[in-house]
């Protein structure tokens, strides 16, 4: 984890040097109160990886690396975290970026930075309540669970992390109104990942 925070911080510095030539954008930014700051810093850093996370599912190379996490047969709190270590970086270190270039105070992006850890771990929590109408404004574990369906009909579905919203820009917005679960978890073809940590690792950097 500390490897990965270095890495990760590493990035954000060079594009704080970036950001340099950003004074006008920067400046707006923390001109606005805090509260609204957050509020603008979720949208932009949900929409940024919710692209991002459409490109794992799409591009070959990326899935390789993605395609760990899909390998969970069933969900619980941990599988937000089973991940290769290149797309942890990746993914924080590409979602945190614009964050800091566009001028987020630093508070706000330690504060997106634990609603991140937390709705992680609820969105793929084995939770088997319903929460009305408020699947339809936050990322809650039945809208994600869908997400990891072995099912045709979603692989292409629910890449947002925080708010549904980015979804129905994307088109990609999936989630029954009947209030059902996924039967089923995991990869369609499940022998495309191996197990064990090592050689789920090791695999993600092998042509196939």
Known sequence: MQAILIAVTASTSWAAALGDHAHVVQQGMRALPAWLQFVLAVFVADLGQALLHRAYHRVPLLWRFHAIHHSSLHLDWLAGSRMHLVEIVLTRSLVLVPLVVIGFEQAVVNAYVVLAGVQAVLAHANLGTRFGWLEHVLVL????????????????AHYAIHLPVVDRLMGTFRLPH???????????????????????????????
């Open 178 to 208: 009947d209030g059902r679960w996924p039967e089923a978890y995991g990869l369609l073809d499940p022998s495309e990942v191996p197990e064990g940590i090592v050689a789920q690792h090791a695999s993600a950097f092998r042509r196939r």
């Open 141 to 156: 574990p039945r809208y994600h669970h869908w997400h990891h369906a072995r099912d045709r009909a979603f692989v292409d």
